[in-house]
């Protein structure tokens, strides 16, 4: 850890922390100079145009427009260099790096599941290299949890049948806290986390000390499933069956009957096995595959992944 942080703000431990302190202790600094500017004004005001005798009576108030036109100004240069400062900072938050480290998160009541692309797992703990761009992909088994990470600046939602994705550069190894930062019942507040950040040259060996092998690997667990749920009807070799085959689904481009074309992304293929009906292929009867809503966050992981792996049969 390299110091301790402020009464503001803890250690910053990210690529990110140091655009986002900056940023907050700009906003911070022009909030302080304007409110002991406001303050000291009206206390000299109150005590200079105080009333020296009961006969006296106000001289009328002539407009300034200099200082008319400075109040207007002034502030609206402040809340554009803000604006635009803080949307930058928001966009650089939001987009990772396509190469980054990627960890899926399955938040629950009350604790964390953390596994990584060797087929790793840990619980309440996280495991992650120094100085490589780290996405987490986040799932809830049950009600809205929050994935925070103060030292990183790191934070989002983790919502149930939904998957949501931050990420962060760890810039100093140590060990930090995540937090859960939503209410989510009784044992909300003992919802933690330990965050390590090992060397990179160290980090699969401290990872697979810390880690209990998967049963079964998401690739190998959606292709279990698909044999057992969907083989009937999306084929792995291309051939068309009463659905679109799985094979080159992934990243293409899918007309839907309303004209539409949409990505078949993760979130597609997630929107699919969950409710069907709400986007249905262009050519593929309407109404024809059930809902797997059953599955658990796992599991339709576990099919995403799957189906990533199947490319096209030429
Ligand atoms: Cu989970 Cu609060």
């Known amino acids: 850890m390299s110091d301790s942080g402020t009464i503001w703000l803890p250690e910053g431990a990210s690529s990110i922390a140091p655009e986002f302190d900056a940023l907050f202790y700009f906003v911070f600094w022009v909030s302080v100079v304007i409110f002991v500017g406001v303050v000291a004004t009206m206390l000299y005001f109150a005590y200079k145009y105080r009333r020296k005798n009961p006969s006296e009576r106000p001289e009328p108030v002539e ?8 109040w207007v100004v002034i502030p609206t ?41 060797n087929g790793v797992e840990t619980v309440n703990e996280l495991h992650v290299p120094k100085d490589r761009p780290v996405r987490l992909t986040m799932t809830s088994q049950d009600v809205i949890h929050s994935f925070f990470i103060p030292a990183f600046r790191a934070h989002y939602s983790v919502l149930p049948n939904r998957r949501t994705t931050m990420w962060f550069e760890p810039t100093e190894e140590g060990t930090y806290t995540a937090y859960c930062n939503e209410y989510c019942g009784t044992q909300h507040a003992q919802m933690l986390a330990d965050v390590h950040v090992h060397p990179q040259d160290e980090f699969e060996d401290r990872l697979a000390e810390a880690g209990e092998p998967v049963d079964l690997p998401l690739p190998e667990l959606g292709a279990r499933l698909h044999e057992q749920r969907c083989q009937q009807c999306h084929s792995i070799d291309g051939s068309d069956g009463v659905g679109p ?61 799957y189906i990533k792996t199947l490319d096209e049969e030429e």
């Open 245 to 305: 085959t799985f094979a080159g689904l992934f990243g293409r481009d899918r007309p839907l009957q309303d004209g539409r074309t949409v990505e078949a992304d993760e979130d597609y293929i997630r929107n699919m096995i969950i409710a069907p009906t709400e986007m249905v292929v262009e050519g593929y009867p309407e109404g024809v595959m059930p809902s797997f809503a059953n599955l658990d966050e796992r599991e339709i992981e576990g099919l995403i992944e």
């Open 63 to 70: 407009e300034n427009t200099a200082v008319e036109v400075s």
């Open 77 to 117: 240069i402040l809340v554009l260099i803000v604006f635009t400062w803080g949307f930058q900072t928001y966009v650089n938050m939001g987009t990772s790096s396509p190469e980054a480290y990627e960890i899926r998160v399955e938040g629950y009541q009350w604790g964390w599941d953390f596994e990584y692309p």
